[in-house]
Every structure is written in C-alpha cells, then in structure tokens.
T-cell receptor, first 109, second 114 residues
Framework: GENVEQHPSTLSVQEGDSAVIKCTYS??????FPWYKQELGKGPQLIID?????GEKKDQRIAVTLNKTAKHFSLHITETQPEDSAVYFC????????FGAGTRLTVKP | EAGVTQFPSHSVIEKGQTVTLRCDPISGHDNLYWYRRVMGKEIKFLLH????????ESGMPNNRFLAERTGGTYSTLKVQPAELEDSGVYFC????????????FGPGTRLTVL
C-alpha cells in the first residue's frame, strides 16, 4: 500500500521567512496530493492540492510542487505570519488518502 | 452549509468499557471516511463508506472496532472493549460522489482510554 513520509516533524521560522515541508510517497499510481492545515481543536482543513498531471500550483503565499519521477512533493509558504502556526499534513491518494505524520510549524513574531 | 460534525468532542473511558463515536457528514455527501491519529503519528485511514456500504475497511485495526452507517447518513464507530492503545483523535471526513477528491474533515473526537 501507499506509504507517505513527511519532513521535518517540527519547523520554527521567523515571521516573514519562508517555510518548506517535504513529503515522499511510495505508490507511483497516486494521483492526488492535498495539503491540510490543522489548528488547535479543529479538524484538518484543505489549504492546497495538486494532481499528478501538474508540476506546480500556487495560491497567494502558498505553493506546492510535485516531482512524479522522484515521487516527492513539497509545500512552500512564503512571508510567513504567526497565524500560519499549525500542524500541516501532506497526503497521497489513489482512491483513499494516506497521510504523512505531520509537521508542527511555529512562526515566531 | 454545515460542515462535518462529530460527537462527542472528548471522551475519557476506562479500559474494557465501550465507546461510540458519531459522525454527521455534510448533507448529500455519499462518501464517509473514518481516520485515527495516535499522538505524534500520521493520520491513519480506518474505513470508507459509500452511502451505507463499506467500500474499504482495510484500516480497521481489529474486531473490537465496528463502524455502521445505517441509512447512508450519519455514521457511528464503536470500540468494544476499549484498550489503552485505542487512545487518539478520531476524525471523520466526507466527500461528494462528484467533484473530485477533496475530503472535508470534522473537528475530531479525542478518545482517552485509562
């Protein structure tokens, strides 16, 4: 089955800096790669996703890149703000979703 | 539009007791998923309903877990008898049949087994 690895497990950046979270997946048939943000006391919320026929997608300060050959994808957050602090999960999906272990991002003001 | 709701938000029980978690998906969503996150680890898939049918229950850890979705609306996940290792946050998510892969998550139920 699909196995998703996510790094780093914790990430601390200064406000205004960029943050990058990386994930690898094992099943080359995976075709959908969402990123979720989980804030305290809430469930994961989708922030951006990418499909396997696209190499990069951007939405304001958030971007995701996908390298199908290497089977890895990354989340990039630019100009980080304290409200970006949360746990971020990557996932890979064919039919059902397999998640990474999460990255706790702290943005220091 | 109301989102996915889960009840209770927290549950603390003793080992050997029974607990039933409930999930109300977004109205009209045929797909309903249960996930679990044990502290510090990945969110793990448990099972997937399409309407009232179990599409995939490959993630269910053992026969102490029973999920139902009678009528294809809300779903329950019963743990009987609960063990210490069942502690974690149980998430429910739903998605429509049409419209892509996006799943909408509920806030989760934090289960603590003492």
């Amino acid at each position: 089955g699909e196995n998703v690895e996510q790094h780093p497990s914790t990430l601390s950046v200064q406000e205004g800096d960029s943050a990058v979270i990386k994930c690898t997946y094992s099943d080359s048939a995976s075709n959908y790669f969402p990123w979720y943000k989980q804030e305290l006391g809430k469930g994961p919320q989708l922030i951006i996703d990418i499909r396997s026929n696209v190499g990069e997608k951007k939405d304001q300060r958030i971007a995701v890149t996908l390298n199908k050959t290497a089977k890895h994808f990354s989340l990039h957050i630019t100009e980080t703000q304290p409200e970006d602090s949360a746990v971020y999960f990557c996932a890979a999906s064919i039919w059902d979703m397999r998640f990474g272990a999460g990255t706790r991002l702290t943005v220091k003001p | 539009e109301a989102g996915v709701t889960q009840f209770p938000s927290h549950s603390v029980i003793e080992k050997g007791q029974t607990v039933t978690l409930r999930c109300d998906p977004i109205s009209g969503h045929d797909n309903l998923y249960w996930y679990r996150r044990v502290m510090g680890k990945e969110i793990k898939f448990l099972l997937h309903f399409v309407k009232e049918s179990k599409q995939d229950e490959s993630g269910m850890p053992n026969n102490r877990f029973l999920a139902e979705r009678t009528g294809g609306t809300y779903s329950t996940l019963k743990v009987q008898p609960a063990e210490l290792e069942d502690s974690g946050v149980y998430f429910c998510a739903s998605s429509p049949t049409e419209g892509g892969n996006e799943q909408f998550f509920g806030p989760g139920t934090r289960l603590t087994v003492l």
